[in-house]
């Protein structure tokens, strides 16, 4: 059974660009959620999809987006990057409500 | 609002020692808490989840207690080895919403 898969592993980009990151949960989950880790804040929750639909959204500007398509797969969205954007950010996806959570191995961005 | 606290923030023992990893949490209102595992750069690796109606969890050399009355959780690990070196994350589930709050983090070393 595949895991959660994260899309690139690595990326490198220059403040004020934009960026797409992506999660394909694991089958049959519909639930996905994502994270943002830093050294500072540690994992801080970004938001959650579940059926197409953003469920919970957490304490972070309108420049962080995301979306959920018909087959659970999610993207998240980052626009006018900025030095403190440099982070691993986590994908993590659940069947429904109380299962837990299965986490990706998160996409490393690092701004420049 | 939801805090989640881990102490110690590092530890480092002998290989073959048994020991405890503490998590506490501020509103007891839960519904599930998981422990993770987080090697140096790598993503999520769920160990245990606990519901919030049952008291432990075990898997292996593992055992997670819940205490919802006190806000606390301990993470047992037996006869430990150096492959279990690595830092490990305690995350409240809350009821209604599927955001997950993490402490801060275990960074556990075992010498061999």
């Known amino acids: 059974k595949a895991g959660v898969t994260q899309t690139p592993r690595y990326l490198i980009k220059t403040r004020g660009q934009q960026v797409t990151l992506s999660c394909s949960p694991i089958s049959g989950h519909r639930s996905v959620s994502w994270y943002q880790q830093t050294p500072g804040q540690g994992l801080q929750f970004l938001f959650e999809y579940f059926s197409e639909t953003q469920r919970n959204k957490g304490n972070f500007p309108g420049r962080f987006s995301g979306r959920q398509f018909s087959n659970s797969r999610s993207e998240m969205n980052v626009s006018t990057l900025e030095l403190g954007d440099s982070a691993l950010y986590l994908c993590a996806s659940s069947p429904r409500t109380g299962n837990g959570y299965t986490f990706g191995s998160g996409t490393r961005l690092t701004v420049v | ?112």
Do not use: H, M
Not at chain 2, 52 to 78: C, F
Not at chain 2, 81 to 97: I, K, N, R
């Open chain 2, 1 to 112: 609002k939801q805090e989640v606290t881990q102490i110690p923030a590092a530890l480092s023992v002998p290989e073959g020692e048994n020991l405890v990893l503490n998590c506490s949490f501020t509103d007891s209102a839960i519904y599930n808490l998981q422990w993770f595992r987080q090697d140096p750069g790598k993503g999520l690796t769920s160990l245990l989840l606990i519901q919030s109606s049952q008291r432990e969890q075990t898997s292996g050399r593992l055992n997670a207690s819940l205490d919802k009355s006190s806000g606390r959780s301990t993470l047992y690990i037996a006869a430990s080895q150096p492959g279990d070196s690595a830092t490990y994350l305690c995350a409240v589930g809350q009821g209604g919403s599927e955001k997950l709050v993490f402490g801060k983090g275990t960074k556990l070393t075992v010498n061999p």
